[in-house]
């Protein structure tokens, strides 16, 4: 019986298995522990839910190492988490098939993470990652792995000043003024370059076409910025940017910290330091799909030079 056959087993009528979570935690153990035999005393324990026992049954038992059950426990910790994500997240449609080696390489790569601040971020790719399976790639994997503690709370910090122009571009504008402001250093900017989840390149910019229309640059779930031609005329516009990679933009999803109303008005003033667009920043009213209804009062100009 392969892994995957395991997590199906664990997941079909059994009632101690609280959430998808535990029938994963369960399959990983069988294989790797039990040699996927399922015949055994300690697999009934499985069935119930009773991991740290079954660890430490293999552990009094010679089946398992010391270096082996200090690993198991750490990735135990992770999954206990990650269950309480994803009772928060729950998988609401049918999903693909599970990459059990995506798993076993997840199981590896946990094993010597004690840090809870580190180990918060493994939870919910975990929970993500079985929510909505190919979530997360293997790549990113090895870039959490590498993380320290300082790094992880650089990324989050880095995450909190960053916006998201499109729903595949996240970047931290590339602004002197902004950046400082955010207390972000170039250097930084060049860690989190190295460890492959920003790019520092500053010749990367954000390339635009306007026109007297205003456009949405960048947005959260309560303001807007909207940006247009300042002639009336069609323009090509570059904003400086050092965007997200793909898995700097896999793992911000897991961050919570967003931008605040502050950072959001702040970096409208310093575009709108640029004469050749007009921004405005206002509140969204209401969000309907893609478009939205938002109040016409400019938050970073007075209101009768809005954009209307």
């Not at 019986?1 to 994963?24: F, R, W």
């Not at 996927?36 to 300690?42: A, I, L, V």
Request: glycine share 4%.
């Amino acid at each position: 019986m392969n892994g995957t056959e395991i997590i199906a087993l664990l997941s079909n009528g059994l009632e101690t298995m609280s959430s998808a979570v535990a029938p994963v935690a369960g399959a990983l153990f069988t294989a790797i522990f039990l040699r996927h035999n399922t015949k055994t005393d300690e697999f009934e324990k499985i069935k119930a839910g009773q991991f740290k026992e079954v660890a430490n049954d293999l552990l009094m038992s010679g089946k398992m190492t010391y270096t082996e059950y200090y690993k198991a426990n750490n990735f135990l910790a992770v999954a206990e988490k990650a269950d309480s994500y994803y009772k928060e997240h729950p998988r609401t449609e049918e999903h693909g098939m599970y990459d059990f080696d995506w798993f076993v390489r997840f199981f590896e790569a946990v094993g010597n993470v004690s840090d809870e601040t580190i180990q918060n971020l493994w939870a919910k790719i975990l929970a993500g990652e079985i929510a909505r399976p190919s979530t997360f790639s293997l790549k990113t994997i090895d870039v959490m792995r590498n993380l320290s503690k300082r790094d992880a709370e650089l990324f989050i910090k880095v995450c909190s000043h960053s916006f998201m122009s499109s729903a595949t571009n996240i970047y931290l504008p590339n602004e002197d003024e902004y950046i400082e402001s955010a207390g972000i250093q170039y250097t930084d900017i060049m860690k989190l370059s190295e460890l492959g989840l920003i790019f520092n390149d500053a010749t990367i910019t954000l390339n635009i076409n306007l026109s007297n229309q205003p456009i949405i640059l960048v947005n959260t779930h309560d303001l807007i910025m909207l940006m247009s031609s300042a002639s009336g005329n069609s323009e090509k516009i570059s904003i400086g940017q050092y965007p997200f990679t793909e898995v700097g933009k896999e793992l911000s999803t897991m961050i919570s910290e967003s931008v605040s109303e502050e950072d959001f008005l702040r970096y409208g003033r310093v575009l709108s330091h640029n004469k050749t667009y007009k921004i405005s920043v206002h509140k969204v009213i209401k969000w309907n799909g893609d478009s939205v209804e938002y109040n016409k009062t400019n938050l970073i100009v007075p209101e009768e030079k809005a954009i209307e």
